[in-house]
């Protein structure tokens, strides 16, 4: 099954304690990306990837790393996570090209307190 | 940057129609997606538009007037599965920059 796989589904952290959401992608797509959604802003672009070792800021990037060494993966790490980076994040991936809609995995719920 | 902007909130009956507005503010400008989303899911697609028109694909009709920066989704036949919220994005900058608008949350009743 085509498919973006998030791990974990929920998470509870301290602040400060270094954390990595994977994500991964079985459909082959060049383009993957990360998003934040919080109540009453939508869903905003962390960074993004165009192809492995291709990596590039989205909208709101501090505070977060990412790394594209394989294709089908596309780790987010927080290196010192705070708790202004409690939120529902979400992978997603497209073959690339500007008709390729979103795949989306079904999200990680962090929480840091 | 890019902006969007979307009702938060709109109400319909069951079996109605509804349309669901999106103005956006945005430079390079590609195209206009529309995603929904269910409580508790992930956003799934559901249309695209690059040029002026309408788009049709069963119950859902998407629009696009790139000189007036507006489009809207449109639901006809509403059913109860059709309560959920519904994101305008843009793709601007190249297919890589994707905006969201903040969403629409559509209740439906019966």
């Known amino acids: 099954e085509a498919q973006v796989t998030q791990n974990p589904r929920y998470l509870i952290t301290v602040t400060g304690k270094k954390l990595t959401v994977t994500c991964s992608q079985n459909?082959?797509?060049?383009?993957m990306s990360w998003y934040r959604q919080d109540p009453g802003l939508g869903l905003r672009q962390i960074y993004y990837?165009?192809?492995?070792?291709?990596?590039d800021k989205g909208d709101v990037p501090e505070g977060y790393k990412v790394s594209r060494k394989e294709k089908r993966n596309f780790p987010l790490i927080l290196e010192s996570p705070s708790p202004n980076q409690t939120s529902l994040y979400f992978c997603?991936?497209?073959?690339?090209?500007?008709?390729?809609?979103?795949?989306f995995g079904n999200g990680t719920r962090l929480t840091v307190t | 940057g890019q902006s969007l902007e979307q009702p938060s909130e709109v109400t319909a009956v069951e079996g109605a129609i509804v349309q669901i507005n999106c103005t956006y503010q945005?430079?390079?400008?590609?195209?206009l997606s529309w995603y929904q989303q269910h409580d508790g899911g992930a956003p799934t697609f559901l249309s695209y538009?690059?040029?002026?028109g309408l788009e049709e694909t069963g119950r859902f009709s998407s629009f696009l007037s790139r000189s007036d920066s507006y489009g809207y989704l449109l639901l006809q036949e509403l059913q109860m599965k059709d309560s959920a919220s519904y994101f305008c994005?843009?793709?601007?900058?190249?297919?890589?920059?994707?905006?969201f608008g903040t969403g629409t949350k559509l209740q439906v009743i019966p």
């Open positions: 994005a843009v793709n601007s900058g190249g297919y890589q920059k994707v905006t």
């Open positions: 945005t430079s390079g400008f590609y195209g």
């Open positions: 997603a991936s497209s073959f690339g090209g500007q008709y390729s809609p979103l795949h």
């Open positions: 990837s165009m192809n492995v070792e291709v990596t």
């Open positions: 538009n690059a040029l002026d």
């Open positions: 459909m082959n797509h060049e383009y």
